[in-house]
Structures are given as structure tokens and as C-alpha cells.
């Protein structure tokens, strides 16, 4: 399976700025997505991160908070904008071959906001 | 709207003995399912899946069973062993998704000694 480096692995922020978190695989792969774990709960798909054109977001996702991008098929970044302390979470990018297949993730990003 | 859920926040086993983490899901369209795991400060590992078209997949002690008709999963673990302690999440995806995942809650397995 495709090796899934992600960074930062945790950072403390403050409320109003903006993180950018990287994901960059070291192969090319389809399909990448973007989810979130707030604490205690359970993982959420925020957007799949389509190469070559914007992000396909899920309800209740919108891309002025959570602007994506994916350039190529080996990488792709994650900004969380204007941030509040709801935002702190562990931020995951995650890669799937397709239909049907399983999906990998990368280690997460540790966020949390003061 | 929880389509996946696990009602078992927590569970402790023996060391040897079996674990069975269940999973309900609402969404017909779910046609394909997954357990993972996590350990804490990394991102979930892929243990196990099924599909819809099954209701059985075994990869070595892990066991995974699916009952279509009252739209329930349960992972099998058998025997235990201490370093299975971490959170399972039960995952599951509809067939024109592709990897886009709907996940449950989680559940807590401990395997004492």
C-alpha cells in the first residue's frame, strides 16, 4: 500500500488564524479524502479532494472554512479557516483505490484551538 | 442522522478469550463494509472487510459477519490478545462512492492480561 506522510502531526493555534495541513503520497492515487474526528466522536468524511478542479464537500462542509487543494495525484492540503475552538479535532487524510476497495490513512493532524 | 452506529462505547475482554465489537447501519445502500483500527496519535489501520454479497470473511483471528436482512456487523476476535487494545470503528460505503467511508462511533476494546 501507498505510503501517506501528513503534516504537521499536531499543532496549537490560535482562534482567527488558519492551518494548512498537508497530505503526500509516494505514489499516484485517484482518490483522496479529507475527514475529521472531533473529540470523542467518530470520523467524518469533510470532502473529497478531486485533482485538477475543486473539492466535492459534504453537507455541512463549506470551502470558504475548509479550502482544499490537490495539484497532482501525489498531494494535497487541507486549510482550516478562521478558527474557533469547535475546530479541534484531529484533521485525517485519507486515499482509496476505488469502488469496493479499502481506504488508507495517513497519521492525522492533531489541531487544537485557544 | 447516525447511519452507522456502534452502541458499545467500551468493551474488556480476557486475554484468550473471544471479542465480538457489533455494528447496526441503516442506509440500504451500504453495500460494502470495514472495521478498522486505531491506536491513540495515529490514523485508523484497515483490518478487515466484507461484502454485501457475503456473510463471512475471516483473515486469521479476525472474523467479520454480516446479516443483510437486519443490517448488522460484528467483528469477531479470537483469541484476544493485549496488544488488540485500541478503538474499532466500523466504516461503510455505497457502491458508486468509492472509498467515501460513513463511520460509527467507535468502541473501546481492552484485553486484559
Known amino acids: 500500500s501507498a505510503v501517506i506522510s501528513q503534516k504537521p502531526s499536531r499543532d496549537i493555534c490560535q482562534r482567527g488564524t488558519s492551518l494548512t495541513i498537508q497530505c503526500q503520497v509516494d505514489s499516484q492515487v485517484t482518490m483522496m479524502f479529507w475527514y475529521r474526528q472531533q473529540p470523542g466522536q467518530s470520523l467524518t468524511l469533510i470532502a473529497t479532494?478531486?485533482?485538477?478542479?475543486?473539492?466535492?464537500?459534504e453537507s455541512g462542509f463549506v470551502i470558504d472554512k475548509f479550502p482544499i487543494s490537490r495539484p497532482n495525484l501525489t498531494f494535497s492540503t487541507l486549510t482550516v479557516s478562521n478558527m474557533s475552538p469547535e475546530d479541534s479535532s484531529i484533521y485525517l487524510c485519507s486515499l482509496g483505490g476505488g469502488e469496493n476497495t479499502e481506504a488508507f490513512f495517513g497519521q492525522g493532524t492533531r489541531l487544537t484551538v485557544v | 442522522d447516525q447511519q452507522v452506529k456502534q452502541n458499545s462505547p467500551s468493551l474488556s475482554v480476557q486475554e484468550g478469550r473471544i471479542s465480538i465489537l457489533n455494528c447496526d447501519y441503516t442506509n440500504s445502500m451500504f453495500d460494502y463494509f470495514l472495521w478498522y483500527k486505531k491506536y491513540p496519535a495515529e490514523g485508523p489501520t484497515f483490518l478487515i472487510s466484507?461484502?454485501?454479497?457475503?456473510d463471512k470473511n475471516e483473515d486469521g483471528r479476525f472474523t467479520v459477519f454480516l446479516n443483510k436482512s437486519a443490517k448488522h456487523l460484528s467483528l469477531h476476535i479470537v483469541p484476544s490478545q493485549p496488544g488488540d487494545s485500541a478503538v474499532y470503528f466500523c466504516a461503510a460505503s455505497e457502491e458508486t462512492s468509492g472509498s467515501r467511508l460513513t463511520f460509527g462511533e467507535g468502541t473501546q476494546l481492552t484485553v486484559n492480561p
Open positions: 466484507i461484502s454485501s454479497i457475503k
Open positions: 479532494a478531486n485533482q485538477g478542479s475543486e473539492a466535492t464537500y
